[in-house]
């Protein structure tokens, strides 16, 4: 079992930046696949950028160089840089987990709100 908290939501500005932190339990963070979602009010939840045990990293085309995934082991922390921000942007974001090979040791966590004004 693994348990995500997220962190480090807020209300900003357009053009500011945040960064969102999740803490896993568990001894299997560091073999595990990494990742961050969002859901922006009235949409379906979309991938943002993933990031395996070895820092290989894979991102939404979208949103690719404004984004910036990133991984602790040591704290089993994964990171959300989000840069420049848009009220676009405006989403419930998800942190993720799951093994590699074993589809269902899946998990998320229960979400941060960020909010970007105009």
């Known amino acids: 079992q693994v348990q995500l908290v997220e962190s480090g939501g807020g209300l900003v500005q357009a053009g500011a930046s945040l960064r969102l932190s999740c803490v896993a339990s568990g001894s299997t963070f560091r073999s595990n696949i990494m990742g961050w979602y969002r859901q922006r009010p009235g949409k379906q939840r979309d991938f943002i950028a993933d990031?395996?045990?070895?820092?290989?990293?894979n991102y939404a085309d979208s949103l690719e160089g404004r984004f910036i995934i990133s991984r602790d082991n040591a704290k089993n922390t994964v990171y959300l840089q989000m840069n420049n921000l848009k009220p676009e942007d405006t989403a419930v974001y998800y942190c993720?987990?799951?093994?590699?090979?074993?589809?269902?040791?899946?998990?998320w966590g229960q979400g941060t709100q960020v909010t970007v004004s105009s």
């Open positions: 990031i395996r045990s070895g820092g290989k990293t």
């Open positions: 993720h987990s799951r093994h590699p090979l074993l589809p269902n040791q899946s998990y």
